[in-house]
């Protein structure tokens, strides 16, 4: 078993409690959680806490189905007005330095030709993660807590399948530390369509601990009558967690999908409204 100092083992845990919430609701207590995942009520609330910097019981309420609703209510971001990141440049992400440059939609169309991609499997709070990334930044970023190691990397080499792959992790190592450790540089290269990267732009300007809407997107890049097309390119975000593409819901305040499976997205809202509310 991995170290409980890993951030991989505390979502483990994290997404237990998500099941056995979703299955018996939110009212189970802590000692009802520490015994169905075999733990000592202390040491559950110690790695819990350690995860999300808040009790077990405050993540419940984080978790629930009526949370993503609530920060619609509350915390919703109008984009139009964000000035959190601007639509080019650099900007503050995650309480972390974020540059990034797209490439050219000649570049795209070669569907990745000529481009050295390194990639390489990393420890993060949401589960293992497969990163990857040129010599000019991060281009993929996956979880495979609701997949497996192969449907992920299949999935992120099918974007750009004319790349030549390498297993380096050690030459992107920098980059995804300072993602998740949340402090540092890291770069990212986008590489996608122009439609996406407008999209992706606007993604970049939601606030951590807020989120926004597929038809506040679709306005703020001028096309308020394409939010299927929107929903469909923040699910092609190859970028999740530093693209937060899990910041974005349905009018109604629902969830909507997630790349990577619900159970991570709703981990993410939580973790980040946790840590919001913490500092």
Not at 172 to 191: M, S
């Amino acid at each position: 078993m991995p170290s409980d100092h890993q951030p991989s083992y505390h979502y483990g845990v994290v997404k237990r409690a998500i099941e056995l919430i979703d299955a018996r609701g939110p009212e189970l207590s802590l000692d009802d959680l520490a015994g169905e995942m075999q733990m000592s009520p202390a040491h559950f609330q110690r790695v819990f806490s350690k995860w999300a910097g808040v009790s077990p019981k405050r993540l419940q309420q984080y978790l629930t189905l009526g949370h993503a609703k609530a920060l619609l209510d509350a915390q919703f971001t109008t984009l139009d007005t964000s000035n959190a990141v601007g639509l080019s440049g650099s900007g503050r992400l995650h309480d972390l330095f974020l540059r990034w440059e797209a490439m050219s939609p000649g570049e795209f169309a070669r569907k990745g030709e000529g481009l050295t991609i390194y990639w390489g499997w990393f420890d993060s709070p949401f589960g293992e993660a497969l990163a990857m990334g040129t010599d000019r930044g991060l281009c993929g970023l996956g979880f495979s807590a609701e997949s497996t190691r192969e449907e992920v990397f299949d999935d992120l080499h099918s974007r750009w399948p004319q790349a030549h792959y390498v297993e380096a992790p050690e030459k992107i190592e920098t980059w995804v530390t300072a993602a998740f450790d949340q402090a540092g540089d890291t770069q990212l290269h986008l590489i996608g369509a122009p439609f996406q990267i407008k999209v992706w732009e606007a993604l970049l300007r939601v606030p951590s601990g807020q989120v926004t809407t597929y038809s506040e997107i679709a306005n703020s890049i001028g096309a308020p009558k394409a939010v299927r097309a929107v929903g469909t390119a923040v699910g092609r975000n190859p970028v999740s967690w530093l693209i937060p593409c899990h910041r974005a819901l349905r009018k109604s305040g629902g969830l909507g999908g997630y790349h990577w499976g619900l159970p991570v997205k709703r981990a993410m809202l939580a973790y980040e409204t946790a840590r919001a509310e913490a500092g």
